[in-house]
């Protein structure tokens, strides 16, 4: 339960209107702290919920397809331009955006990823490292502003932390590749 408190205190300080500005007004910061921030909070609330409501975890994410499926399309709705743009212009865009990331995104990862098998983690790591680097690709050599809230050079920064990020997760692909975890358990 200690866990969830916590998952609840950092959900509670990045939905507070003074931190939630201040995370928005840089586009990086919004796409690769704030939200990823918010589905860490839904991670660390995910016991509470599992916990009070464990026959509707069982029955509905058996196999953690389900639940990993929601968590992808959560992900890809809100690395879309537009998406970002409505969030900071939209009351009710923002308000889904709190809702969505954490509740159904955080606690679907946490009860999804334990049931996966290994290659259903690599395939979601490796999807996530194709649209990093297509996401990267199109912030930084687009021709034209995606994102009418933010400048262009924000736009560039971001897609140098999508390229970055996807070389992170190709370097960790690589050592789950060549490094057998299991020895060093």
Not at 13 to 21: I, M, T
Not at 73 to 93: C, F, G, H, K
Not at 125 to 153: A, H, K, R
Request: proline letters at 5%; hydrophobic letters at 55%; charged letters at 10%.
């Amino acid at each position: 339960m200690n866990q969830s408190f916590y998952g609840f205190l950092l959900f509670i300080f990045l939905v507070v209107p003074p931190v939630a500005n201040f995370m928005e007004t840089v586009m990086v910061i919004h796409m690769h702290m704030q939200m990823p921030m918010l589905v860490i909070a839904g991670f660390l609330m995910a016991c509470f919920f599992k916990n009070r409501f464990p026959g509707f975890f069982e029955k509905w994410n058996s196999n953690g397809v389900p639940g990993i499926l929601l968590f992808v399309i959560i992900m890809v709705y809100w690395m879309l331009p537009r998406t970002m743009d409505e969030a900071l212009t939209t009351q009710s865009v923002e308000v889904f955006k709190f809702i969505s990331l954490p509740f159904l995104a955080g606690v679907s990862l946490r009860d999804s990823w334990k049931k996966l098998s290994s290659f259903g983690k690599n395939s979601i790591i490796i999807s996530f490292t194709i649209m990093f680097l297509g996401l990267g690709w199109l912030y930084i050599w687009s021709p034209v502003q995606l994102c009418n809230n933010y400048l262009v050079i924000q736009q560039v920064t971001l897609g140098w932390a999508f390229l970055t990020t996807a070389i992170g997760l190709v370097v960790y692909l690589g050592y789950n590749f060549f490094i057998d975890p299991s020895a060093y358990e």
